[in-house]
Antibody, heavy 129, light 106 residues
Framework: QLQLQESGPGLVKSSETLSLTCTVS??????????WGWIRQPPGKGLEWIGI?????????HYNPSLRSRVTISVDTSKNQFSLKLTSVTAADTAVYYC???????????????????WGRGTMVTVSA | SYELTQSPSVSVFPGQTASITCSGD??????VCWYQQKPGQSPILIIY???KRPSGIPERFSGSNSGNTASLTISGTQPMDEADYYC?????????FGTGTKVTVL
């Protein structure tokens, strides 16, 4: 059974870079029908999509337009991990960060993104002044 | 940017039907997913492609999508269904989550 586990610092200083890793176990990150992504949830608030990536389709990535200038998602097949980097953080970036698998469906024109079907347990990241 | 709007809260008695709506422009042209999140836990997928249930999700959860509104229905609501529910869709390659609905079982 596929499982995802987030890891990284729980405290990041303002203006620095937030770096998180998601380790995939019980399956391969190289599976073609999936993207891998990050979602966050500020305390007491709703879910916010950060972005997704895959090693396929020329290493395609898609990012939340509001975060695009600060976000990088990369996939490391050798470690069966994917990562998130968010630069120039502020208090507004304080949140629980989730990693997730995104299923896709292929058709004659390519693929379309489907559901966040497996989630990690989340990790709380606090940005300090 | 594309937005999905949900009513903030729904209250229901045990055994009754709870209906949660998710509104967005021409939502019928997109597939909608629904996620359940209990306090302190990560979300779980309960509906995908508007109407499909993943393995292990009870039949009392059902979904629909028409016009500008998608709906999640919980038939015969149980106390364990008390949670936050989020709809989600893709606007091209951009993921969008709804604002969330808190379901309270009275």
């Amino acid at each position: 059974q596929l499982q995802l586990q987030e890891s990284g610092p729980g405290l990041v200083k303002s203006s620095e870079t937030l770096s998180l890793t998601c380790t995939v176990s019980g399956g391969s990150i190289s599976s073609k029908n999936y993207f891998w992504g990050w979602i966050r949830q500020p305390p007491g608030k709703g879910l916010e999509w950060i972005g997704i990536g895959t090693i396929y389709y020329s290493g395609r990535t898609h990012y939340n337009p509001s975060l695009r200038s600060r976000v990088t998602i990369s996939v490391d097949t050798s470690k069966n991990q994917f990562s998130l980097k968010l630069t120039s953080v502020t208090a507004a970036d304080t949140a629980v960060y989730y990693c997730a698998r995104i299923s896709t469906v292929s058709d004659s024109s390519g693929y379309y993104l489907d559901a966040f079907d497996i989630w990690g347990r989340g990790t709380m990241v606090t940005v300090s002044a | 940017s594309y937005e999905l709007t949900q009513s903030p809260s729904v209250s229901v008695f045990p055994g009754q039907t709870a209906s949660i709506t998710c509104s967005g422009d021409k939502l019928r042209d997109k597939y909608v997913c629904w996620y359940q999140q209990k306090p302190g836990q990560s979300p779980i997928l309960i509906i995908y492609q508007d109407t499909k249930r993943p393995s292990g999700i009870p039949e009392r959860f059902s979904g629909s999508n028409s016009g500008n509104t998608a709906s999640l229905t919980i038939s015969g609501t149980q106390p364990m269904d008390e949670a936050d529910y989020y709809c989600q869709a893709w606007d091209g390659s951009t993921g969008v989550f709804g604002t969330g609905t808190k379901v309270t079982v009275l």
